[in-house]
């Protein structure tokens, strides 16, 4: 069974990076979608970025865009979230999402969900 598990979260202060893991086992696809998304307290899951492909697409929330960086090591079968000037904004829990198909892009329209890292940034 297909199951992807995040780290990498943790609190840091406006201005700090962090890089969130997720790697993933029983689920090995090229022509696939992989994301990160984060829902914050009262708000809806919103999607932080996307790859497809194993790697050859990229696509990024306008909130983030410049900031932040979708990668993905197929060897390893982790996908990976380079986060640069972070943002109190940015606080949320984290989460990666896998689907078989490409071009997914909604999350209901994921398949596979991990469990969920915590970003906290403070001001």
């Known amino acids: 069974q297909v199951q992807l598990v995040e780290s990498g979260g943790g609190s840091v202060q406006a201005g700090g990076s962090l890089r969130l893991s997720c790697v993933a086992s029983?689920?090995?696809?090229?022509?696939?979608?992989m994301g990160w998304f984060r829902q914050a307290p009262g708000k809806e899951r919103e999607g932080v970025a996307y790859i497809y492909y194993s790697g050859r697409n990229t696509y990024y929330a306008r909130s983030v865009k410049g900031r932040f960086t979708i990668s993905r090591d197929v060897a390893k079968n982790t996908l990976y979230l380079q986060m640069n000037s972070l943002k109190p904004e940015d606080t949320a829990m984290y989460y990666c999402a896998a689907d078989r198909r490409a071009w997914v892009r909604a999350p209901e329209d994921f398949a596979y969900w991990g469990q969920g890292t915590q970003v906290t940034v403070s001001s």
């Open positions: 029983g689920y090995t696809y090229s022509s696939d979608s």
